[in-house]
């Protein structure tokens, strides 16, 4: 899909046709659009074409005519029944008279610029325009990293309860979802850092803020991610001795009650063998006898087991 926006009079237009200044944002292009964009643009079709790789890693490529620019972005994915985070690769390619996106999906990164919820944000200041998306970028990933600190809280809480496996696979999938954040950060910080010193993307003044404040937010991610994987790192092997412990628990009540009802049930099977002269046998209440007996017996165990902390 290829859609093309531009800024006129301040405010974000959608377009049918390619001018100057105007924004190209393709969302899981076909082939054919990527060879049609290429050949109106004169931008290789390869460069194009890698952002929709999703193992393609963060860079910047600098062109005669054009520089590429790629980041990792966050994403979420089903997986097996379960939602996990992802990273896919969004490619941002800036020249003289336009810019153009390409991403595997329709991420809500730049839906906030379509839908024109960025301030201060024009088509044509392309500069500040990957500036704006690199910082909604950085903030994603921060809402997401928190979403992912309650989503391990909660699990946490069903942990202390549990005696299966199912909330350390959650907690499992969660820690993978950080080490894609933690590597990806970190990409993207090579990224910015490479931005800072090229100077075939003009710096200007007035967004000498904003970038600052992408460098920032990227390295507070970059912390979160890092503290958040070492506490949930913690936490798996904790909680898995929490897990083994509650089972051992469970197989101990098990073993006090199968030895309580063993004891009533041995008496009985002595007394259900066919001796002439068994104890009480010919007693006219022999068997009141034999059963408040075994009540009896089984009643001390009981209470020996519980002294003993068994039950």
Same mark, same amino acid.
């Given at each position: 899909?290829?859609?093309?926006?531009?800024?006129?009079? %301040?405010?974000?237009?959608?377009?049918?046709?390619?001018?100057?200044?105007?924004?190209?944002?393709?969302?899981? /292009?076909?082939?054919?659009?990527?060879?049609?964009?290429?050949?109106?643009?004169?931008?290789?079709?390869?460069?194009?074409?890698?952002?929709?790789?999703?193992?393609?890693?963060?860079?910047?490529?600098?062109?005669?005519?054009?520089?590429?620019?790629?980041?990792?972005?966050?994403?979420?994915?089903?997986?097996?029944?379960?939602?996990?985070?992802?990273?896919? /690769?969004?490619?941002?390619?800036?020249?003289?008279?336009?810019?153009?996106?390409?991403?595997?999906?329709?991420?809500?990164?730049?839906?906030?610029?379509?839908? %024109?919820?960025?301030?201060?944000?024009?088509?044509?200041?392309?500069?500040?325009?990957?500036?704006?998306?690199?910082?909604?970028?950085?903030?994603?990933?921060?809402?997401?990293?928190?979403?992912?600190?309650?989503?391990?809280?909660?699990?946490?809480?069903?942990?202390?309860?549990?005696?299966?496996?199912?909330?350390?696979?959650?907690?499992?999938?969660?820690?993978?979802?950080?080490?894609?954040?933690?590597?990806?950060?970190?990409?993207?910080?090579?990224?910015?850092?490479?931005?800072?010193?090229?100077?075939?993307?003009?710096?200007?003044?007035?967004?000498?803020?904003?970038?600052?404040?992408?460098?920032?937010?990227?390295?507070?991610?970059?912390?979160?991610?890092?503290?958040?994987?070492?506490?949930?790192?913690?936490?798996?092997?904790?909680?898995?001795?929490?897990?083994?412990?509650?089972?051992?628990?469970?197989?101990?009540?098990?073993?006090?009650?199968?030895?309580?009802?063993?004891?009533?049930?041995?008496?009985?099977?002595?007394?259900?063998?066919?001796?002439?002269?068994?104890? %009480?046998?010919?007693? /006219?209440?022999?068997?009141?006898?034999?059963?408040?007996?075994?009540?009896?017996?089984?009643?001390?165990?009981?209470?020996?087991?519980?002294?003993?902390?068994?039950?």
């Amino acid at each position: 899909m290829i859609e093309i926006y531009k800024t006129e009079d %301040g405010i974000l237009q959608k377009r049918d046709e390619i001018s100057e200044g105007c924004w190209i944002a393709m969302t899981n /292009p076909l082939a054919s659009e990527l060879l049609d964009i290429s050949e109106r643009t004169n931008i290789d079709i390869n460069h194009l074409r890698s952002p929709l790789d999703e193992e393609e890693r963060a860079r910047i490529e600098v062109e005669d005519n054009y520089t590429v620019i790629l980041v990792d972005i966050p994403t979420l994915e089903k997986a097996h029944e379960k939602e996990r985070y992802i990273t896919i /690769p969004l490619g941002i390619i800036v020249s003289k008279d336009y810019l153009i996106t390409v991403c595997l999906e329709d991420t809500p990164i730049l839906k906030y610029f379509k839908d %024109g919820r960025v301030r201060d944000f024009y088509t044509f200041k392309r500069t500040r325009f990957i500036l704006q998306i690199l910082y909604r970028n950085a903030t994603t990933f921060l809402q997401n990293l928190r979403t992912i600190d309650r989503k391990s809280d909660e699990i946490e809480r069903k942990l202390h309860i549990s005696t299966q496996n199912s909330e350390l696979i959650d907690l499992l999938y969660l820690e993978k979802s950080l080490v894609y954040f933690t590597t990806s950060l970190r990409s993207n910080e090579v990224v910015l850092e490479k931005m800072m010193r090229i100077e075939s993307i003009k710096r200007y003044p007035e967004d000498e803020d904003l970038l600052e404040d992408v460098i920032i937010e990227n390295k507070q991610a970059i912390e979160m991610a890092n503290i958040y994987s070492g506490i949930l790192s913690g936490t798996m092997d904790a909680f898995a001795s929490i897990i083994s412990n509650n089972q051992n628990i469970v197989m101990k009540f098990l073993a006090a009650i199968t030895i309580v009802l063993s004891i009533p049930t041995m008496i009985a099977s002595f007394y259900g063998m066919n001796f002439v002269e068994i104890p %009480g046998g010919k007693h /006219p209440y022999g068997f009141i006898i034999v059963t408040l007996a075994a009540l009896l017996i089984t009643v001390i165990t009981v209470f020996i087991f519980r002294k003993r902390k068994l039950f």
